[in-house]
């Protein structure tokens, strides 16, 4: 009897019966039938999808009309009271995809408020961006702060912060009959795959909160417009950041861009994915080997690594842009065509 170390241990022959008294394994298929039984699957039948060469989203380029969709947003204002939605909000939905993506991995929605107005006061872990569209009398109260909501002003909701969202009527001082819209930007796709999402409401409608002229969590229009014309050449963009040079926060970052009357954006394929909102002007984006037309209050999107490039019609053009780079960059897969693959590399 050969001898048998203390490290070395008998391997059991491969059973060529299932313990059930099945025929034998004797082909591919006769093994793969056999796998269900003990739920694994084979690596190689499914190397090419799991492992593939080029990125693969699953959703598609699309864009979201506002002037088709915001007399829906008005009638659900006069239909859906405020008792009845916590938020009023129709969904920005990829038509490769449900609720709640836009992107694979970005979560767009317009958002209504109507005069004398709360929506409910709640927090939740998930981040949000708002671009205010239009509307005049708006607000916002953010962990104690209330600013008001300007039309193209950028407002920043950080996880777990408790917030409201509010508008003032006629006969109060800055308000008015017409409703407040903005469009909300959230990374929700992400507690899809990581699924530990809490959402708490408040025991009121509004969170004790007081009037502040301004704020960290706001960003000015004008201000951002003056570094836009500030930068030189006929496209320009100029990043959301917090005020110690940070994004705006760790899953989501925003951007607006200036690109000039007939000219065109430098053309980009990352692995970021993007929602643009058209803040002014007219003109159109070439994704992939997709034309999209566009104009002032459009909404479009751009899934991962998907050319693209933005041309403006005979007028200057602005745009808004929110996106997933800050997430991607801090787990080690951001990438952009052109980039030597070489850096990519981590070394231990």
Same mark, same amino acid.
């Given at each position: 009897m050969p001898h048998i170390n203390e490290t070395t241990q008998a391997i059991p022959a491969v059973p060529t019966k299932q313990s059930n =008294?099945?025929?034998?394994?004797?082909?591919?298929?006769?093994?793969?039938?056999?796998?269900?039984? %003990?739920?694994?699957? /084979?690596?190689?039948a499914q190397m090419a999808r799991l492992?593939?060469?080029?990125p693969n989203p699953t959703t598609i380029p699309f864009i979201w009309e506002y002037d088709r969709i915001r007399p829906y947003l008005l009638h659900a204002g006069n239909l859906?009271?405020?008792?009845?939605?916590?938020?009023? %909000?129709?969904?920005? %939905?990829n038509p490769e995809k449900s609720a709640p993506y836009t992107t694979d991995t970005l979560y767009a929605g317009l958002q209504l408020v109507m005069p004398r107005e709360t929506a409910p006061a709640h927090r939740h872990s998930a981040?949000? %961006?708002r671009f205010i569209i239009e509307g005049q009398g708006g607000f916002t109260a953010v962990q104690g702060r209330r600013v008001a909501m300007k039309p193209r002003d950028v407002l920043v909701t950080p996880p777990w912060n408790w917030h409201d969202h509010g508008k003032k009527g006629a006969g109060?001082? =800055? =308000?008015?009959?017409? /409703?407040v819209i903005w469009l909300d930007g959230l990374d929700l796709p992400e507690f899809v795959h990581f699924p530990v999402h809490f959402n708490e409401h408040y025991s009121e409608s509004r969170y004790p909160a007081k009037d502040a002229d301004d704020s960290p969590i706001v960003f000015h229009w004008d201000k951002v417009e003056a570094k836009l014309h500030a930068e030189p050449g006929s496209w320009a963009a100029v990043p959301y950041l917090r005020e110690n040079g940070e994004e705006i926060g760790r899953t989501i970052?925003?951007?607006?861009?200036?690109?000039?009357a007939g000219c065109e954006s430098p053309a980009v394929r990352e692995t970021a994915s993007s929602v643009y909102h058209v803040i002014e002007g007219t003109g159109h984006s070439i994704i992939g080997d997709k034309k999209i037309s566009?104009?002032?209050g459009d909404t479009f999107c751009i899934p991962a690594w998907h050319k693209y490039q933005?041309?403006?019609? =005979?007028?200057?053009?602005y745009l808004y842009r929110f996106h997933d780079k800050p997430m991607l960059q801090a787990l080690g897969i951001y990438r952009y065509e052109g980039q030597d693959p070489e850096t990519l590399a981590v070394v231990y």
């Open positions: =008294g099945a025929a034998k394994i004797t082909t591919q298929e006769d093994l793969l039938k056999s796998l269900q039984g %003990v739920n694994v699957s /084979p690596l190689w492992n593939p060469a080029l859906i009271k405020e008792e009845q939605a916590e938020r009023r %909000v129709l969904m920005l %939905v981040f949000a %961006v109060e001082e =800055g =308000g008015d009959d017409s /409703p970052g925003a951007l607006a861009e200036r690109l000039e566009w104009k002032q933005h041309f403006a019609d =005979g007028k200057r053009v």
